[in-house]
Antibody, heavy 121, light 113 residues
Framework: EVQLLESGGGLVQPGGSLRLSCAAS????????MSWVRQAPGKGLEWVSG????????YYADSVKGRFTISRDNSKNTLYLQMNSLRAEDTAVYYC??????????????WGQGTLVTVSS | DIVMTQSPDSLAVSLGERATINCKSS????????????LAWYQQKPGQPPKLLIY???TRESGVPDRFSGSGSGTDFTLTISSLQAEDVAVYYC?????????FGQGTKLEIK
């Protein structure tokens, strides 16, 4: 069974930094592209960032470009999201998700349970 | 970016009746090279992560009840629940994966009438 377990969320002040992790099990992690998707309280889903299977290609939503950095360590089966210069509008549950097919164009399946990031003074 | 627009924003349907949710993309999500529509549907229940229902616009994920079906092509898509069950109360999202912008619709909240 594929499992994705996010960690690293919490309360941070505006302008601060946080690093999220997503530990994967039950899959050949290095074969799949991965993404981070967030959901602000009571709002819809917003794709944040994606990374190819090898980590050579990364993609970002305009809302986080220049502030967030996605990376992965295939030897540890772990995905990361380094978030800098955090703003109140970054407050959300952050989900990691595996692409459902090989390559970078695909649906998200499965999703982790999410980790809550709250940006507030 | 490809903008995904769902309608309606909310929907109330009686148990056993049909529910229909629409999704429109601002540009085609049909790749002519393979004739596939790069569109997925998800179901999200309160306090849970989204769950994949449909991919390639009409392919049902393994384990998803056959009352769920997807249709459409190009820019216009539909998710249909043929006979609404109580456990189908959720928010439903469409998503394009035609490019790595991966945009979602705003969601449709489905309730029991």
């Amino acid at each position: 069974e594929v499992q994705l377990l996010e960690s690293g969320g919490g309360l941070v002040q505006p302008g601060g930094s946080l690093r999220l992790s997503c530990a994967a099990s039950g899959i050949t992690f290095s074969s799949y592209a991965m993404s981070w998707v967030r959901q602000a309280p009571g709002k819809g889903l917003e794709w944040v960032s994606g990374i190819s299977d090898t980590g050579s290609r990364t993609y970002y939503a305009d809302s986080v470009k220049g502030r967030f950095t996605i990376s992965r360590d295939n030897s540890k089966n772990t995905l990361y999201l380094q978030m800098n210069s955090l703003r109140a509008e970054d407050t959300a549950v952050y989900y990691c998700a595996k692409l459902g097919v090989l390559g970078t164009l695909g649906w998200f399946d499965p999703w982790g349970q999410g980790t809550l990031v709250t940006v507030s003074s | 970016d490809i903008v995904m627009t769902q309608s309606p924003d909310s929907l109330a349907v009686s148990l056993g009746e049909r529910a229909t949710i629409n999704c429109k993309s601002s540009q085609t999500v049909l790749y002519s090279s393979n004739n596939k529509n790069y569109l997925a549907w998800y179901q999200q229940k309160p306090g849970q992560p989204p769950k994949l229902l449909i991919y390639w616009a009409s392919t049902r994920e393994s384990g998803v009840p056959d009352r769920f079906s997807g249709s459409g092509s190009g820019t216009d898509f539909t998710l249909t629940i043929s006979s609404l069950q109580a456990e189908d109360v959720a928010v439903y999202y469409c998503q394009q994966y035609y490019n790595t912008g991966y945009t979602f619709g705003q969601g449709t909240k489905l309730e029991i009438k």
